[in-house]
């Protein structure tokens, strides 16, 4: 038999790790980590220092939604600990797989205030799947095992190891088990043969249906099963933000986004459907608007992983709780190869006569949406597009041609300004492959722009283009429009003055190259010259601080009420 | 609002953290727990704890569901007790 080896928890920990197919490990020391840091010398994965633990879990989490593994991350106790709240919680309300290691202080001295203690297990419950607190070295490997199985099973989600540092150099013999036993967690569920036969019976006789496919289609890998689904039945395609990629933008069966600053057609589709085929969506208030206005002529089929969705927000026909992925793939082969020429040629319609548009407010001043669509002519549908929060992340959903699933990653639950630059930094490692680009706001960007260095020093190719209008446009929208313009404390630029920072200067004091873009006419070529770039770029665009995200259905209204500017 | 005191018989593994898991998703949406019984069962790996919430009858129907989802749960049942005065 073979000799079990003793060591200590903190390499247990990082065999644990590399077990569990860790490839890459964000993080930031301190004292409460140390030991596993230590360890690390002999890892076979690939360490990436942030410099705020924000950053760290944004970097784990874009990680994770480019590339459909588990993000994996590790910070001291204490201020190391709570700083990566915003980033479990933007992982949480995404269903993000991520593993988060904290340090914890040692077994005998929680509970007693000690240096750089926190409860971790109790700050991180509201905004985690669920949190382990270590109690002794033998049960590292595992929990880890159980994380990462916990973190992708269900709907995916953060969850958190606190690690307390007695443990860490205590020895142990324990083992990486062969197989996770999780005694109450199984959250597999099939779809019953009469649900499918009712699903495909529904789809058969609709004359009017929509698919509207959200995160949780792109997270169960069900984008080819729902294009196959939609050409083979010809029903058009309606995403919400989190499931922008998970059909082709380019096929004329796509209506684009929906919901509050949605493309009309895709909102006047789901108003007149008479069958609307949710997958892996939760109907969000910025999606339904009034809900006891939404979709009044349809029957709604919703399908989703979790239980807990389904006829939370709306009431539905038919609900399916199973892997997305699977209920499609089942019912494909059972729907009818059908056409909707008189419902297809009403899309249509509203398709040419409601676009997505923007007119130019002042001549020789560049629109933020123009920014956005030279980023999309260089970048043809096939970089990572990675947003902020606010109206420039609008702008990127709406003037984005979105091709493929995971290339399009945002805070969407959370609207977590700073996600950007550390979450495409997360991409890029994990895309080598593809261009990643950013698109910030001047607000956003300022929150986490210490991550350029990483970016810089890991020698990725990342281009930040940073919106810059001058203000906290998405709020300054709203009390333009709902409180008579009183714009408390939202305008970053002050009159008469450079804006500080200089975003140039600023990138450049990061090791980054970078370029200001004022003139319109130097847009696309300046584009062209950053995210070909073979190094990290900023490119700040100068834009019109007065342009607005349209169309819009203000918050708690109906689709009748969309506003066009 | 339509609230009613409602029970739950939540069966969860005997462990550390589990209770506060469990009450914590209630008393996040600021429902007020009425009464709370927490005890072994015959298993002494899995407990059982009683909860009177008032609350609305709907949401509450959801916390079940959320409940479940939780790791250490393995069962809860509910049922309406008696309509709020
Ligand atoms: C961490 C955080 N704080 C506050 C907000 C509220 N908020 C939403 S959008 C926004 C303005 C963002 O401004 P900027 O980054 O410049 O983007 P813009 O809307 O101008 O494109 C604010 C303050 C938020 N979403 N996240
Ligand atoms: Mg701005």
Not at chain 1, 204 to 232: C, H, M, Q, W
Not at chain 1, 233 to 246: D, E, S
Not at chain 1, 304 to 319: I, M, Q, R, S, Y
């Amino acid at each position: 038999m073979k000799t079990i080896r003793e060591r200590t928890g903190a390499v247990a920990l990082v065999e644990a790790l590399e077990k569990a197919g860790t490839e890459v490990l964000f993080g930031y020391p301190g004292g409460a980590v140390i030991d596993i840091f230590d360890s690390l010398k002999d890892a076979k994965f690939r360490f990436v220092l942030g410099r705020h633990e924000q950053g760290c879990a944004h970097m784990a989490d874009g990680y994770a939604r480019s590339s459909g593994k588990v993000g994996v991350c590790l910070v001291t106790s204490g201020p190391g600990a709570t700083n990566v709240v915003t980033g479990l919680g933007t992982a949480y309300l995404d269903g993000v797989p991520m593993v988060m290691i904290t340090g914890q202080v040692p077994l005998a001295q929680i509970g007693t205030d000690a240096f750089q203690e926190a409860d971790m297990s109790g700050i991180s419950r509201a905004v985690t799947k669920h949190s382990f607190l270590v109690q002794s070295a033998d049960e590292i490997p595992e929990t880890v095992a159980q994380a990462f199985y916990i973190a992708t099973h269900g709907k995916p989600g953060p969850v958190v190891i606190d690690i307390p540092k007695n443990c860490q150099q205590a020895l142990t013999k324990a083992q990486y088990p062969e197989r996770v036993n999780l005694r109450a967690y199984h959250p597999e569920y099939t779809a019953r043969p009469q649900q499918i036969a009712r699903f495909a019976k529904l789809l058969n006789e609709a004359k009017r249906p929509v698919i509207y496919a959200g995160g949780g289609a792109i997270a169960a890998f069900a984008s080819g099963d729902l294009t196959a689904l939609a050409r083979k039945a010809q029903i058009p395609v309606a995403t919400t933000l989190m499931g922008l990629g998970a059909f082709d933008q380019r096929d004329p069966l796509s209506l684009g986004m929906a919901g509050m600053h949605g493309a009309p057609c895709a909102n006047y589709a789901i108003d007149e459907a008479d069958l609307i085929v949710a997958m892996g969506v939760r109907f969000s208030d910025r999606v339904t608007g009034k809900i006891s206005k939404y979709a009044k002529k349809a029957k709604i089929v919703h399908i989703d992983c979790n239980p807990a969705e389904v006829d939370k927000n709306v009431t539905v026909h038919l609900g399916i709780v199973a892997d997305v992925r699977d209920v499609i793939a089942n019912v494909n082969s059972r729907v009818k190869a059908n056409e909707h020429p008189e419902w297809l040629a009403r899309i249509a319609q509203w398709k040419q006569d409601y676009p997505i548009s923007y007119q130019p407010l002042h001549p020789g001043v560049i629109m933020p949406q123009q920014a956005i669509e030279a980023i999309n002519k260089v970048s043809d549908g096939e970089a990572i597009v990675v947003t902020d929060v606010g109206q420039q992340q609008m702008w990127a959903a709406q003037y984005v041609t979105h091709r493929h699933p995971r290339r399009f990653l945002t805070s969407g639950g959370m609207g977590t300004m700073g996600f950007g630059i550390p979450a495409a930094i997360g991409a890029a490692l994990a895309r080598p492959d593809l261009k990643t680009i950013a698109i910030c706001g001047d607000g956003g960007a300022q929150m986490t722009f210490e991550e350029v260095v990483v970016a810089v020093l890991e020698k990725l190719p990342i281009t930040i283009v940073v919106i810059n209008n001058g203000c906290l446009g998405m709020v300054r929208q709203w009390q333009e429009l709902f409180y008579k313009k009183n714009y408390s404390h939202t305008i970053l630029k002050e009159k008469g003055l450079p804006y500080l920072p200089d975003f140039v200067k600023l990138a450049k004091a990061h090791g980054a190259a970078a370029y200001r873009v004022i003139d319109p006419a130097k847009l696309e070529s300046t584009m062209k010259k950053a995210i070909n770039a073979k190094r990290t770029t900023l490119v700040e665009v100068i834009v019109d601080p007065d342009a607005n995200v349209y169309p819009m259905i203000p918050g708690g209204k109906s689709v009748k009420e969309m506003i066009f500017k | 609002m339509n609230e009613t005191i409602q029970r739950f018989d939540c069966f969860v593994e005997n462990k550390p953290g589990v209770l506060a898991r469990v009450i914590g998703l209630i008393s996040g949406r600021g429902y007020n727990i009425q009464a709370l019984n927490v005890g072994p069962t015959e298993d002494g790996t899995v407990s059982r704890m009683r909860i009177d919430v008032l609350g609305n009858e709907k949401v509450l129907n959801q916390v079940i569901l959320q409940l479940r989802n939780q790791v250490n749960v393995i069962e809860v049942t509910g049922r309406k007790r008696r309509s709020a005065r």
